[in-house]
């Protein structure tokens, strides 16, 4: 067995299992390392396949200049919250179908032969035909899975929040940059047309002074999403690899698939599951890719009416950045992002641009001389950045950033007052108790 506590580490013995496992699903390692027509292109492998996963795996087989080369879950088989049989297939199982039958209609130009198939993420990691991974598991898992990859030279593509704890998000940023390995964060909003104009509009100065932010967020869990009865791990899923570093609670439905982020031993619910978006959107219009807030407080919180999940229904975030500006990040707010200014306010969401001016909102309006770095396409500007060694459009210190005010909103909330932070040494000043609950202890024999 690989020990967790050396998640770097992997016996020969289980590599050759996990391999042997593999091969027992229709793969065979060795045929993966001279493909002919796919030697040119960036081999990735893909760790969790839940419905964000499988999105991710059908988007990077797609590609022109990617060959998917492996698939790694711990549930073999799944229908994410729904009755058996019911929606998406969705596990390492469906995905291996999905890759091998991608590549079976190229079969005659480029002899694809096959998939290889991971129970254990550390597997994978360490397979030397393997460029790049994709992290698609639970927010618990990101550090883990990201630092191991990182370990064995690959570059990454992780869903946000890039990571579970504050802490891990500050090593995980600095180990990228350390490693000069290349990162894009699963915030796709910075590859999306309306909120690269807003941000336009904002750095060329249309607002005047900032005075103020608002982030709308979505209300957290209010009930069980689905059933909530302790109940038997299904015999397709290893639950504790699944657990990894997280308590090992007793198994129910409402806590796995798809509503795992109602609790904290995995996620940060509606928080942290969309600060990364419009946050991190409000952050790049503001500049403070690589800064953060002065002063966090969390005010009016409150809790689910069911024990099965412990995050806020109800949020407000309430923190001062530099210069003064007044910046609220709330699930009272709409959805999106606002800056408003001396001079005028400009607003974004999905498929929504707004401003004080409706001149500035109009395609055929030059929005002036600053310009910031532009994609159209996430994957393809992380595909790129691969190739070019050129820092992607959401590094892994941005989405720390981003997400930081939600990380500290936490603490302030558990401490019922208002935190004081240096965003240029990223601690909490003057309250040891503040900075401690910005880390996190993992269940035996996990460590960081």
Not at 166 to 183: T, W
């Amino acid at each position: 067995m690989i020990h967790p506590e050396h998640p770097t580490h992997l016996s020969r013995r289980h590599f050759l299992q996990s391999c042997g496992a593999a091969v027992g699903l229709g793969t065979a390692p060795s045929i993966l390392g001279a493909v002919p027509g796919m030697a040119s292109r960036i081999h990735v492998g893909v760790i969790g396949l839940g419905a964000r996963g499988s999105y991710l795996l059908q988007a990077f087989l797609n590609h022109p200049e990617v060959q998917v080369r492996a698939v790694c879950d711990v549930d073999r088989h799944h229908y994410r919250a729904n009755p058996w049989g019911q929606g998406p297939a969705l596990g390492r199982e469906p995905a291996r179908k999905m890759v091998e039958s991608f590549y079976a209609q190229r079969a005659a130009r480029e002899r694809y032969q096959g998939c290889l198939v991971f129970e254990d993420y550390r597997a994978l990691c360490q397979r030397e035909d393997i460029d790049a991974v994709v992290v698609a598991t639970p927010d618990h898992w990101h550090y883990h899975q990201v630092m191991a990859a990182l370990a064995h030279g690959k570059d990454v593509y992780c869903e946000k929040p890039v990571t579970h704890t504050f802490m891990e998000g500050k090593i995980l940023y600095r180990e990228v940059k350390r490693r000069k390995a290349i990162f894009q964060t699963g915030s796709q909003q910075r590859s999306t047309a309306n909120f690269h104009r807003a941000v336009l509009l904002l750095r060329n100065g249309h607002v005047g002074r900032l005075k103020r932010v608002e982030v709308g967020l979505p209300k957290g869990y209010t009930e069980p999403g689905t059933s909530a009865e302790i109940s038997p791990v299904p015999s397709n899923l290893n639950y504790d690899l699944w657990s990894g570093p997280a308590p090992l609670l007793p198994y129910m439905r409402a806590r796995h698939h798809r509503f795992w982020r109602g609790h904290r031993a995995y996620g940060g619910g509606n928080i942290m599951d969309w600060i990364g978006h419009h946050n991190d959107i409000a952050h790049w219009g503001a500049g403070m890719d690589a800064s953060g807030p002065e002063e966090v407080e969390a005010i009016g919180w409150t809790q689910s009416s069911t024990d099965v999940y412990d995050t806020p229904v109800d949020y407000e975030i309430r923190c001062v950045y530099p210069g003064g500006v007044d910046w609220v990040i709330a699930s009272q707010l709409p959805m999106g992002t606002r800056w408003i200014g001396e001079e005028g306010w400009v607003a974004v969401d999905r498929g929504k641009l707004t401003a004080s001016d409706e001149r500035w909102t109009r395609l055929d309006y030059d929005p002036g001389p600053v310009v910031i770095p532009a994609s159209t396409d996430h994957i393809d500007n992380f595909i790129q950045g691969i190739k070019s060694r050129r820092t992607c459009v959401a590094s892994a210190e941005t989405a720390h950033r981003s997400i930081t005010p939600g990380h500290l909103g936490f603490a302030s909330h558990a401490l019922g007052r208002r935190l004081r932070f240096d965003a240029r040494t990223e601690r909490v000043l003057d309250d040891s108790q503040a900075h401690a609950l910005l880390d996190k202890t993992y269940r035996k024999p996990w460590k960081r």
